[in-house]
């Protein structure tokens, strides 16, 4: 296992994300997309009605801790492993996981707290290494769904004014999309083509798009962190303060299972009633 994954520690850190492909097998990836259609209601025949790419089916906030038919993925060791090689030995559960069947978010966004490079505290490592990312398993082929996850590679470390400027110019950002469809003009992002068993691992504050898709999309989002100031600011955010996420807490059962095999925070995370800078789309 530690073979496989050599390596990726440095490419994570200096680009933001990996690809591993093929890490859960073909087999396992259509039991978990049966399993999403059994749980969600959508199903194949309902991406029939995808007329601009953006399918707007279903989306469950915390699913994969609340759903125990998708609890195991919080204790696989192949899932676990490629958390602890690329963000470090101490990885463990962050209560940030989603399940998705044809739900998507096709502009460039991130998903940390900060969401504007350079403001606030996500941007500001002196003190402690930002050290959380999501984990994303698509369990659909490309050649049945089209679908592409873009990724602009180390924009966890920069951005530059223009495409600052690209993606708050409202003209500007009109004319772009009708011209080059999703791409930037002034970032060169990297677009995956997933097959089912691919994961993609990913800092949250790398800025990345749900390519258009023009038939079915499933996928599930894990979380995944060290724990420090930066982690229990951004577990904190959504069990707190993302009201428009209604966000479960963590079941019982599910968070003595997860301190048994030491994949539990050590120390509470604290509440937060207020962070400065933070991207909440319930108040703007």
């Known amino acids: 296992m530690s073979n496989r994954f050599a390596g990726l520690q440095e490419a994570y850190r200096r680009d933001g994300f990996v690809v591993v492909r093929g890490l859960l097998g073909v087999d396992e990836a259509l039991d ?10 959508v199903t194949d025949a309902d991406f029939e009605d995808v007329d601009d790419g953006v399918p707007r ?5 915390a699913g994969v801790a609340s759903v125990p038919a998708f609890q195991h993925l ?29 739900y998507s978010s096709p502009g460039w966004h991130r998903d940390n707290v900060h969401r504007g490079f350079g403001e606030g505290e996500d941007w500001d490592e002196a003190a402690a290494p930002y050290r959380c990312a999501r984990i994303a398993l698509y369990l659909q082929t490309h050649a049945e769904s089209g679908f592409k996850f873009g990724l602009i590679p180390r924009s966890h470390r920069r951005e530059s004014r223009l495409v600052q400027w690209e993606r708050r110019a409202p003209r500007f950002s009109t004319v772009r999309r009708l011209v080059m469809g999703q791409r ?32 079915p999309k499933y996928s599930i989002y894990l979380g995944a962190g060290v724990q420090n100031h930066h982690f229990d600011r951004h577990w904190s955010y959504y069990r707190d303060l993302r009201s428009d996420l209604d966000y479960p807490r963590v079941p019982d059962a599910l968070r003595e299972r997860l301190q048994s095999e030491g994949l539990w925070p050590k120390e509470a995370i604290p509440v937060l009633d207020h962070v400065g800078h933070a991207f909440l789309p319930s108040t703007s």
């Open 32 to 41: 978990l997309r049966h399993r999403l259609v059994e749980h969600s209601g």
């Open 74 to 102: 919080l204790f696989d060791e192949r899932l676990v492993g490629l958390a602890r090689e690329v963000l470090g030995p101490d990885a463990v559960y962050l209560h940030h996981n989603d399940l998705h069947a044809g």
């Open 184 to 215: 930037l003009a002034f970032a060169r992002a990297q677009w995956i083509a997933t097959e089912p068993g691919d994961v993609v691992i990913f800092d949250h504050r790398v800025l990345h798009c749900g390519g258009r898709t023009r038939g």
């Open 57 to 61: 089916k279903w989306t469950a906030p």
